[in-house]
């Protein structure tokens, strides 16, 4: 079997100082201070733009990323080195490190954060601060007994795994051997504002299913990149999502006459490599204030210390072609439209059909853009239920 394949739907073993781990949910590792799980290939990064040091970093962040072992041990300390992002002045996200056993969370505890790396906002320079010893990460409650434990990391975090210790001798679980779901899109997949990385929708709607999750959802990063559907394409699958629209229209990276080509050429790729699987195409959840309006996006600070998100390009350029957030909709639901009438494997599903108008009194978005984690977990449930339930787009019995 060839590593991608190990990787992606039967996860790696990875020897630690002190034991060996089955790691999930990555594409690829890079290894220097430790085994750092990344989500795009490496041999891709020499694709990234010379300005890339926020898409490499982003898909070095270890969201839906997780290590399982067998052990009686009740007592189990990983030692790790986090390294927090930043870009210019502004920290990103710590999140959690979660233990579950049989799917019961059996303890959680804050990152620590042991360097820093810092990246311009242009993307053409990256720096590691204050590189620290590594920490350890003590999860001291777990039942007695033998038992399957996985430890899902931070998903806001770079994560380098270095050992892993207990009373009890630990080694790599089997895999599940479940179907295997890969899901790419925006930093609304990427979900750093919830603080546990159980709390990331994808994996919340994985867990519903029965599926081993692969979430390639890139905070500002999700672009229609070759190398992503490259990616994509060679990596085992028995189903995928693609939920595409916010960051093209935030950074004004297509035009009412590109994106449509630009989406089929995407998948064109992804079906080198999945010529029958099927492919879930979603548009984007609702941005108040923001659909109508072309990008880019700015950033407002408010007087009480929140920030708003928002396009902030002239409405009068929608008529020169630009893309709105509202229009991209009616693109992306023509291209699986016209796709799906070839006879192809693809499904619509309207993104506000997961957050909507008709949802605003209920949920808020803090910052106008990104759910907050009661969010996340309706929208993980209720793509759950539109994809993979029983009369649903892709349902889960058809998966084997």
Known sequence: MNPTSLRAGLGEVVDLDGGSVLLSGHLDTSRSSGVRPVRIPTAAWQKFPPHGENLRAVTMQASGVRIAFETTSTRVTLRVRCTRFQVEDFLGARNQFVAEVGEREVGRVESPVDAILKVSLA?????????SEPSEILFDALPAGPKRVV?????GMIIDLIGIRGD???????????PVWIHHGSSISHCVETPSPTGVWPVIAAKEAGLDVVNLGFGGQCMLDPFVADAIAS??????????????????????????????????RVRIGHPDTPIVLASSILWPG????????DVEFLRDGSLRCFTAGAKEDVLKGALTLQESRHHVAHVAGVRAAAG???????????????????????????????????????????VFGEGGLVPRHTLG
């Open 151 to 155: 430890i899902w990391l931070p998903q």
């Open 123 to 131: 993307g053409d320079r990256a720096q590691l601060l204050g590189a």
């Open 235 to 268: 990596t085992p699958a028995d189903v995928i999502s693609l939920k595409v629209g916010v960051n093209m229209v935030g950074a004004r990276s297509f035009d009412q006459r590109t994106f449509t080509p630009a989406l089929h050429g995407f998948i064109d």
């Open 290 to 297: 923001s659909e109508d309006t072309p990008g880019p996006s």
């Open 344 to 386: 192809e494997k693809i499904h619509y599903l309207e993104g506000l059909s997961l957050y909507g108008p008709q949802d605003t009194k209920r949920f808020t978005l803090p910052d106008s853009l990104h759910p907050d984690a009661e969010l996340y977990a309706e929208i993980g449930q209720r793509f759950a239920h539109a």
């Open 168 to 178: 009890a001798t630990i080694s790599a679980a089997e895999p599940l051997r479940r």
